[in-house]
């Protein structure tokens, strides 16, 4: 049974940091690539960064890029999302994703976690 479950989430005031967590499980996870996505209040799922585990490159959408770090944990199946510099727009419910290719569209993501809340108080 594939799962991805996402930790890490919290509440951190504005110019904080947080680390998520995915861990993975029940598929091969040097074949896939993992995305962060994050819903906020009366917004759509935004796509914002994701890891390929077969060579570790890595895509930041603008709206993170130069704060959140991705990294993947091949002995440990875990990737992890370093978060600095939050800010009070960061709110919203991260959700970790595994696919066949790098990508920031949901579209190309098949398995998917129930998502951590993130706040950012200001």
């Known amino acids: 049974e594939v799962q991805l479950v996402e930790s890490g989430g919290g509440l951190v005031q504005a110019g904080g940091s947080l680390r998520l967590s995915c861990a993975a499980s029940?598929?091969?996870?040097?074949?896939?690539?993992i995305g962060w996505f994050r819903q906020a209040p009366g917004k759509e799922r935004e796509g914002i960064s994701c890891?390929?585990?077969?060579?570790?490159?890595?895509h930041y959408a603008d709206s993170v890029k130069g704060r959140f770090t991705i990294s993947s944990d091949h002995a440990k199946n875990t990737v992890y999302l370093q978060m600095n510099s939050l800010k009070p727009e960061d709110t919203a419910v991260y959700y970790c994703?595994?696919?066949?290719?790098?990508?920031?569209?949901?579209?190309?993501?098949?398995?998917w976690g129930q998502g951590t809340q993130v706040t950012v108080s200001s």
């Open positions: 994703a595994a696919g066949s290719f790098l990508s920031v569209l949901e579209s190309a993501y098949d398995y």
């Open positions: 029940g598929f091969t996870f040097d074949d896939y690539a």
């Open positions: 890891v390929s585990n077969s060579d570790d490159s890595t």
